[in-house]
Every structure is written in structure tokens, then in C-alpha cells.
Nanobody, 124 residues
Framework: QVQLAESGGGLVQAGGSLRVSCAASGRAFSMYAMGWFRQAPGKEREFVAAISRNTASIKYADSVKGRFTISRDNAKNTVYLQMNSLKHEDTAVYYC?????????????????WGQGTQVTVPS
């Protein structure tokens, strides 16, 4: 089992950058594929980015491709989401998630563990 805790959210002006982090505790972080999802008010939770155990496979939602970068540091038990060129429509609560199976996935239902989320706000 793994526990996840996001940090680094905040308010940033459009066009700015922000990096959110997700620290994992528990067993064998390197055995988990990790993902970032987000949920805006009144909307369903949606996929943002995912990274495999060994970083060989990375996926992005079309809406963030070229602007966001997911990475992980297995020695620090942490996954990051670097967000550049932020837009108002990126405003949401950002969640990290983990699953212990081998494949990389953008499907919310395949993730077993979730953090509590961190708010990112980009004023219009």
C-alpha cells in the first residue's frame, strides 16, 4: 500500500508556471505507475499525465501536451508535474494517483491509490 500527498499548488497568473509534487510513503514507490488527474468545479475528474515505473512510458492529455511535464524521482519517492504556459482552464484540484500494475494508463478506474489533491488557480 502507498500513501500519497500532493503539494505545491497555488495561484498563478496566466502564462506563468507552477510545479506540483506528490510524495509517496509506504512500500516500494518504484513499483508503482503514477498519474496526475485534475477536477475543475462542476466537472468530472480528468486525466492529465502518467508515467510508468521506470519512466520509459509517458502519456499526456492533448490539452496539456507541450505545456506540462511529468517526472519522477524514485530515490525521493516523489512524482512531479511541471506546468508551464498556464491557462485559466487549467484551474482545478490536481490529484496524484498510483497503481502497482506494469502498464501505463490514462484510465482513472485503474488507479488504486489517490492523494487528497492540491488546488491550482489561474485567474481569468
Amino acid at each position: 500500500q502507498v500513501q500519497l500527498a500532493e503539494s505545491g499548488g497555488g495561484l498563478v497568473q496566466a502564462g506563468g508556471s507552477l510545479r506540483v509534487s506528490c510524495a509517496a510513503s509506504g512500500r516500494a514507490f518504484s513499483m508503482y505507475a503514477m498519474g496526475w488527474f485534475r477536477q475543475a468545479p462542476g466537472k468530472e475528474r480528468e486525466f492529465v499525465a502518467a508515467i510508468s515505473r521506470n519512466t520509459a512510458s509517458i502519456k499526456y492529455a492533448d490539452s496539456v501536451k507541450g505545456r506540462f511535464t511529468i517526472s519522477r524521482d524514485n530515490a525521493k519517492n516523489t512524482v512531479y508535474l511541471q506546468m508551464n504556459s498556464l491557462k485559466h482552464e487549467d484551474t482545478a484540484v490536481y490529484y496524484c494517483a498510483a497503481h502497482p500494475r506494469g502498464w501505463n494508463t490514462d484510465r482513472l478506474s485503474e488507479y488504486d491509490y489517490w492523494g487528497q489533491g492540491t488546488q491550482v488557480t489561474v485567474p481569468s
